[in-house]
């Protein structure tokens, strides 16, 4: 069974960099793509970005001047830093994993489609 | 930005009776190479993960009950509850896939009635 376990500082502060690491166990990270997502308090979810297992990688533009993801495959981890925080970027941050093929025209593709499965996520609050 | 509205945001329904949710999102979502909606649900109790209902619009994930279903094409998709039970007080999101940046709906808010 694939688990997703986020880890990092529970608290950033103001203008700093948020750093959280998601390592996937029970399961290789290869041929995948990972996602993060956010949810603020009583509030909805928010996707971030994902990688791809190879390091290609797209972000949400609402987030992109501020948002890096990278993967360490001999590690089974990938990571976000997200820069010059504020109070608005205080929110649970989720990993999640897409299933990533599709299965056509006798072809198979990688493409990053729902999320199957998701860590349990951390908060993170922003504060000085 | 493909936007996806729920509706409604809070519903209460009866143990017993049908629970119908509804997500419409600003433009088509259906691949028309494939014929397929790149339309997920997910139910999110609190303090737990989203939880993977329905993907496709309309195929339910392994070890879903199937009181759960999903309907719809193009930009208007339903997630059905055809009996409602006491563990499916939740918040349910749809979710769509069809491009980047991938965009959820607001979510709704089921309870008992």
């Known amino acids: 069974q694939v688990q997703l376990q986020e880890s990092g500082p529970g608290l950033v502060k103001p203008s700093e960099t948020l750093s959280l690491t998601c390592t996937v166990s029970g399961g290789s990270i290869s041929s995948y793509y990972w996602s993060w997502i956010r949810q603020p308090p009583g509030k909805g979810l928010e996707w971030i970005g994902y990688?791809?297992?190879?390091?290609?990688?797209d972000y949400n533009p609402s987030l992109k001047s501020r948002v890096t993801i990278s993967v360490d495959t001999s590690k089974n981890q990938f990571s976000l830093k997200l820069k010059s925080v504020t109070a608005a970027d205080t929110a649970v941050y989720y990993c999640a994993r897409h299933f990533s093929t599709y299965c056509g025209g006798g072809s198979c593709y990688p493409v990053p489609l729902h999320f199957d499965y998701w860590g349990q996520g951390t908060l993170v609050t922003v504060s000085s | 930005d493909i936007v996806m509205t729920q509706s409604p945001d809070s519903l209460a329904v009866s143990l017993g009776e049908r629970a119908t949710i509804n997500c419409k999102s600003s433009?088509?979502?259906?691949?028309?190479?494939?014929?397929?909606?790149?339309l997920a649900w997910y139910q999110q109790k609190p303090g737990q993960p989203p939880k993977l209902l329905i993907y496709?619009?309309?195929s339910r994930e392994s070890g879903v009950p199937d009181r759960f279903s999903g309907s719809g094409s193009g930009t208007n998709f339903t997630l059905t509850i055809s009996s409602l039970q006491a563990e499916d007080v939740a918040v349910y999101y749809c979710h769509q896939y069809y491009n980047t940046p991938q965009t959820f709906g607001q979510g709704t808010k089921l309870e008992i009635k």
């Open positions: 990688i791809y297992y190879s390091g290609s990688t």
């Open positions: 433009q088509s979502v259906l691949y028309s190479s494939n014929n397929k909606n790149y």
């Open positions: 496709w619009a309309s």
